[in-house]
């Protein structure tokens, strides 16, 4: 069976920064494989295109610019935040808030986004909202370990269910 729209695909890989030597991101192992619903829109549309077509045991290996990744990063979505919304209880914890952390939050519309701490000053924070890969070449090896029909209950969820997907 070859990986297709509506097919699960289990998947080993590693994501690296530039090429096949560059810095390693991300490394997922047939001990806890990556298991997903091919062409339900949770994967980068050009690493789907790279997939496509593979059978079970095929080995895998490609570049993505950072325009088929996660984008340039963008001036806009840097940004000073009142520093008072970080407090807890009229508290702010040194611990949580600190240049480097990456702090979950979410926008305007209750969506969930992870913002990079930049700089902390007497009364904002100034946070990087910009995807952590964003900017990025990312290069991909792996394996293709599984591929099976999905069933109707994943296809009108759109996710995988049981081992390795999603459990209600």
Not at 105 to 114: D, I
């Amino acid at each position: 069976m070859k990986v297709g729209k509506n097919k699960v695909i289990t998947m080993t890989y590693i994501l690296s920064k530039d090429d096949v030597n560059g810095e390693l991101v991300q490394e997922v192992t047939k001990d806890k494989p990556f298991v997903v619903l091919f062409g339900a829109g949770s994967l980068l549309p050009k690493f789907e295109e790279n997939l496509e077509g593979l059978s079970i045991g095929d080995t895998f290996g490609f570049s993505l610019s950072s325009a088929e990744g996660y984008g340039e990063k963008t001036p806009e979505a840097i940004v000073d935040l009142d520093k008072q919304i970080f407090e807890f209880e009229g508290e702010i914890d040194e611990e949580f808030l600190k240049v480097g952390a990456n702090i979950p939050m979410q926008n305007e519309e209750g969506h969930p986004l992870t913002g990079l701490v930049l700089e902390i000053g007497e009364d904002f924070v100034k946070m990087d909202f910009n995807h952590p890969l964003a900017g990025q070449t990312l290069y991909f090896t792996g394996e293709i370990v599984d591929v099976r029909e999905a069933s109707e209950e994943e296809l009108d969820h759109g996710h995988v269910h049981g081992h390795g997907g999603h459990h209600h």
